[in-house]
């Protein structure tokens, strides 16, 4: 039997996860709050106190981290990259895009509605700077 692949792929929509490590529980909030908060993810989930182990500047280095997993629609890489780099104190913060093919397909779509840029709600003015309207004549 042939299997009939929809348009946004066997599973729903596909979805981008952003992987990316911070020093401290704080700038890991910063992150998660900045990304949600702008409708830059869905989501981020936060594993606190991993044990790192890696090589930098000419040495070894073993560190504790919190490593963040950030859900968001695949067209916000830039802005989600962008944002990670600004508030993360690391010199070459770690920031990976893995593409998902295959998620739930109700999953996927709320993570893309969820993390799709919406236009700010347009401010009513206030009495006292609302222009005054012309009478009819």
């Known amino acids: 039997m042939k299997r009939v692949l929809r348009k ?4 729903g929509p596909r979805v981008l996860v952003v992987v990316t490590t911070v020093g401290t529980e704080e700038q890991a909030l910063d992150i ?4 949600v908060g702008r409708h830059l993810a869905a989501c981020v989930n936060i594993v606190p106190r ?7 500047k000419g040495k070894v280095n073993d560190d504790t981290e919190w490593m963040l997993f950030v859900k968001t629609a695949p067209g916000n890489f ?13 010199e070459l913060p770690e920031i990976l895009g893995l593409d998902v093919p295959h998620a739930d397909a109700l999953f996927a779509r709320w993570v893309v509605d969820s993390s799709t840029a919406r236009k ?9 700077t609302a ?7």
């Open 50 to 56: 991993i044990r790192s182990v890696f090589f930098f």
């Open 131 to 137: 222009k005054p309207r012309k009478k009819p004549v």
């Open 78 to 90: 830039e802005k989600v990259r962008e944002a990670v780099r600004k508030l993360n104190a690391y």
């Open 8 to 11: 946004e792929g066997a599973a």
């Open 120 to 128: 700010p709600a347009r401010p009513k003015p206030s009495p006292k």
């Open 32 to 35: 998660a709050h900045d990304l």
